[in-house]
């Protein structure tokens, strides 16, 4: 899988952006058998789990992201993307997006139980 992320950019505090991340996947596997993920790096931090959207749709996020950002795909685009509204400094970050068929719902946070990852789109949130 091949993960393609976009839509990042600088704005100000209370702004919205979209992230979009598009999955090029092999013929002979669906882009819905993958449980999808964004994550974000700030400079001199972890990778953090900011959301996960499963094989039957189901959300997860963050709790610092709860009611600010929603998780969607579209099956049909092999795309995921993330709404993020009333945005914060703190979520300045590179946001990337992540993929795995065998991820359990209890390590969706985890970084390292994704194969597949995005080169990341920077998100910068001003004060």
């Known amino acids: 899988v091949q993960l393609q992320a976009s839509g990042g950019g600088l704005v100000q505090a209370g702004g919205s952006l979209r992230l979009s991340c598009t999955a090029s996947v092999a013929s002979s596997v669906s882009f819905r058998s993958y449980v999808m993920s964004w994550f974000r790096q700030a400079p001199g931090k972890e990778r953090e789990f900011v959301s996960a959207i499963n094989q039957g749709r189901s959300p997860f996020y963050v709790d610092s992201v709860k009611g600010r950002f929603t998780i969607s795909r579209d099956n049909a685009k092999n795309m995921v993307y993330l709404q993020m509204n009333s945005l914060k400094p703190e979520d300045t970050a590179v946001y990337y997006c992540?993929?795995?068929?065998?991820?359990?719902?209890?390590?969706?946070?985890?970084?390292?139980?994704?194969?597949?990852w995005g080169q990341g789109t920077q998100v910068t949130v001003s004060s």
């Open positions: 992540a993929a795995d068929r065998q991820v359990i719902v209890s390590s969706y946070s985890r970084a390292d139980q994704y194969d597949y």
